[in-house]
């Protein structure tokens, strides 16, 4: 019992902060709100037994994602950007749509889907067990991940950097 | 989940005893923190409430309910208020996974005409004791970040601001060292359960097969670079001098909390002193033994329980007294000279610790 | 236990409201926040299905995929900076230079 009063109060705040994030204007509030719904998944995540995913999930996305876009927003100051006009048409098609699909899985899930009692897991699952399927089974898409990370540092300090010879330009401004 | 009154009843006990000492952190280490400073810049100190000022917290207390609770008029109202207690909540939560005394066994007894711990069962002084201890801790430090970000952007101004985004720059950098050093202790311990940290440091081993010396992960030849890089990434994270940035007083005007006041800005405070308190328990924990007494083995029983207790709370008193010793020492970097510190000193001795670790291991020393 | 079938639901709830997020905004980094939301409804269902099958390789998945999405966030932010630089705005209907 105990069990589904933790996942409908937690089912309640992820969903309400995810509208939160895509209804509300200002960026800022919509990344908190963003990280709140993270934080709610984070317990579903315990709740299915992967404590430390769970641990991974705030560490990651509300310990680094999420800052790294508040500090994006805060750095450009886009919380007083004006919100861009969308046609209407464009608004009401995205909001059927997406209506429509939440309707339908909705209904069909909960008309196929399991609704028995999930079994016992068979496993807890461990950091060390993670580790050992990273490093045994899964050993080529770890480095290959650790090479895109490494990538992905290099874009995007490319990417976002100054351009090359601002710093020589504002010199020479300043003499 | 068979449902048992005992076992919430001492889950409900043991948060009641963690969070009691946890709030009264606050006004012990501000008393301490004052009078210490006194003591070191050879002046007195306040010494007007109660024998030796010791009443001096209370009164700064009913001082803050008593001011009033300002908004500034371009503030963001709801943020601008929540902000405090997403500060506080990690400092609060972080703790449950610490362990604070050594187990022991209660005995069989009746209470209220009901028997309670049948065949005696044992007693773990820790409110929870996740196989990812050391996750959470990290975990709910990194939504600590938040408190200081919201603060400072809800604020609308600008000294909040620049103490917000150079506080959240700090913290984020240091929290990679601050991992990577407990990761050294996590391989040696071959664990992540702070509990089977605590037990692997019990005992004691040789050095140099003559000194026996506690096993603690300080005086391990493969984790001592990991200690010194952790305690000062710890201070950098918890932002305190000589990392101070967040506030820089004589920079920043107050950082992220320049337009708080009353009893939110004692949030603030209160925050920062019990992410002290956590961070401290948290290097007791990984480096200093936790709550093994040196060269003693307690019985698991209550009194040995007491003893280790009180050992856990000696050695967390002592770290906590050399940050407010080191605040009144050492002058505030500069904040450059702090993100070079961080990335170019600290992050690869960390690295670099972990492949010595790893030796060690490799060579069955460890 | 809870069964699968609630997890399933708000799994696709909110991976709904974060396709409603890209359809609807023209602020890139809420279109960004929303993808966000989208991957994190997958890896919701990973887990459920993982639990469900009692089988790690919907964890090992998971871990993957928020080691993938760090990289797309510090990719993607870049992005948005440098867009910010150049046109002095995030809509995602100004980035329009290879628009034919």
């Known amino acids: 019992m105990l069990e589904y009063a933790v996942f409908f109060f937690f089912a309640t705040i992820a969903v309400v902060f995810a509208l939160v994030v895509i209804l509300h204007r200002n960026p800022v509030v919509g990344a908190l709100s963003l990280v709140a719904s993270l934080f709610s998944l984070a317990v579903m995540y315990v709740l299915l037994d992967a404590p430390f995913l769970a641990a991974l999930q705030v560490i990651i996305y509300a310990g680094a994602i999420m800052v790294l876009f508040l500090f994006v927003i805060m750095l450009l100051n886009l919380q007083h950007a004006p919100e861009p006009t969308t046609r209407p048409i464009q608004q009401f098609l995205g909001y059927f749509t997406s209506a429509a699909f939440a309707a339908a899985m909705v209904y069909y899930l909960s008309k196929y889907a399991l609704m028995t009692a999930m079994p016992e897991s068979r496993f807890t699952s461990s950091a060390r067990m993670i580790g050992e399927r990273l490093f045994e089974t899964y050993i080529f898409p770890f480095e290959m991940v650790s090479i895109l990370l490494l990538a992905a540092i290099v874009g995007a300090l490319l990417l976002s950097g100054r351009p090359v010879g601002h710093r020589a330009r504002i010199g020479e401004e300043m003499k | 989940m068979p449902f048992d009154p005992t076992d919430i009843v001492l889950s409900l006990v043991k948060i009641a005893v963690v969070l009691g000492v946890l709030l009264s952190v606050t006004p012990i280490m501000v008393w301490v923190e004052r009078r210490g400073s006194a003591l070191i810049q050879d002046r007195p100190g306040p010494n007007r409430v109660g024998p030796m000022g010791l009443f001096q917290s209370l009164a700064d207390a009913l001082k803050f309910i008593m001011k009033e609770d300002i908004i500034p008029a371009g503030a963001h109202k709801w943020i601008y208020t929540l902000a405090p207690a997403f500060g506080l909540l990690p400092a609060l939560t972080a703790i449950a996974v610490v362990p604070w005394g050594r187990p022991f066994v209660l005995r069989e007894r009746e209470i209220f005409g009901r028997t309670v711990f049948e065949g005696g069962r044992w007693f773990h002084p820790i409110i929870a004791d996740v196989s990812v201890g050391i996750l959470v801790v990290f975990a709910l430090a990194s939504i600590g970040v938040y408190g200081i970000v919201a603060a400072g952007w809800a604020s609308n101004n600008k000294y909040s601001m620049l103490g917000a985004i150079r506080a959240s720059a700090q913290m984020i950098s240091y929290e990679l060292s601050l991992t990577l050093a407990a990761l050294s202790v996590l391989l040696a311990a071959g664990s992540l359960r702070l509990t089977d940290i605590v037990w692997q440091q019990s005992g004691r081993f040789l050095l140099f097969d003559a000194i026996p010396l506690p096993a603690w992960n300080v005086f391990s030849p493969a984790l001592w670079l990991a200690f010194i890089v952790f305690v000062v990434s710890a201070f950098a994270e918890t932002n305190r001098l000589p990392f101070d940035f967040a506030e820089a007083e004589a920079e920043l005007v107050a950082g992220y909390h320049t337009e708080y006041s009353s009893m939110k800005f004692a949030l603030f405070f209160m925050a920062e002193y019990m992410a002290m308190a956590t961070m401290s328990a948290l290097i007791v924990t990984l480096f200093l033994g936790g709550w093994d007494i040196p060269y003693y083995q307690e019985p698991p029983t209550f009194a040995g329980f007491l003893l280790s207790a009180l050992a856990f709370v000696a050695k967390v008193s002592f770290v906590l007294f050399v940050f407010v010793w080191i605040r009144w020492t050492l002058p505030r970097l500069k904040y450059d000279l702090l993100m070079r510190l961080g990335w170019k000193v600290f992050l690869p001795l960390a690295l670099l610790n972990i492949v010595i670790v790893a030796a060690f291991i490799a060579a069955r020393w460890l | ?100």
């Open chain 3, 1 to 100: 236990m809870i069964p699968i079938g609630w997890f399933l639901i708000l799994s696709a709830i909110l991976f709904a409201i974060g396709v409603c997020g890209v359809l609807t905004r023209k602020n890139g980094i809420t279109i960004f926040m929303s993808i966000e939301l989208m991957i994190n409804a997958v890896n919701l269902t990973f887990l459920a299905y993982a639990k469900q099958f009692g089988q790690m390789h919907g964890q090992i998945f998971v871990f993957f995929i928020m080691a993938i999405a760090a990289a797309e966030a510090a990719v993607g932010l870049a992005i948005f900076i440098s867009l910010y630089h150049h046109r002095e705005t995030i809509d995602v209907d100004e980035a329009n230079l290879m628009h034919w």
